[in-house]
């Protein structure tokens, strides 16, 4: 009877840690009411390659904080996009379409080896950090 007592002991104290660590994740997570509205800044860059004489646009901008990469650069640019399940796929940008076999590629600045990083997520999978630096880059 004792074993039985504290085997549902045991099953309730897992419930319960369950219920609190759950309750953690959601609001800290989750829970889109409790995200920042704060600013960050970012830096963006744009370079044109052989699309515009190798242009090289800058700027510095506030964006809220939980903004992604796109979110960045439509402050900046006009994007046309397709949209796709898994994100965004720029196709121009300030009316400079990609041009085949070259298209727009998304870089960020990897702090830790000092070099423009080609990314592994989408523009619009890329969330943003206060300070990130962010790229297009036009291949060609």
């Not at 196709?91 to 298209?103: K, L, T």
Request: charged letters at 15%; one cysteine or more.
């Amino acid at each position: 009877m004792k074993k039985y007592h504290l085997f549902f002991a045991f099953i309730g104290l897992i419930l319960v840690s369950t219920l609190i660590g759950g309750s953690i994740y959601y609001f800290k997570f989750l829970n889109v009411s409790n995200q920042s509205e704060q600013e960050i800044q970012c830096q963006i860059t744009i370079e044109y390659g052989t699309l515009n004489n190798y242009t090289i646009e800058n700027y510095n901008i506030s964006i809220k904080e939980g903004s992604s990469a796109f979110d960045a650069f439509s402050e900046v640019a006009s994007l046309d996009v397709i949209q796709y399940p898994f994100g965004v796929y720029i196709r121009a940008v300030n009316g400079f379409e990609e041009q085949a076999p070259n298209y727009w590629a998304f870089y960020y600045f990897n702090s830790k080896n000092l070099s423009w990083t080609y990314s592994e997520v989408g523009v619009s999978n890329y969330y943003l950090s206060d300070g990130d630096k962010i790229k297009l880059s036009y291949t060609g």
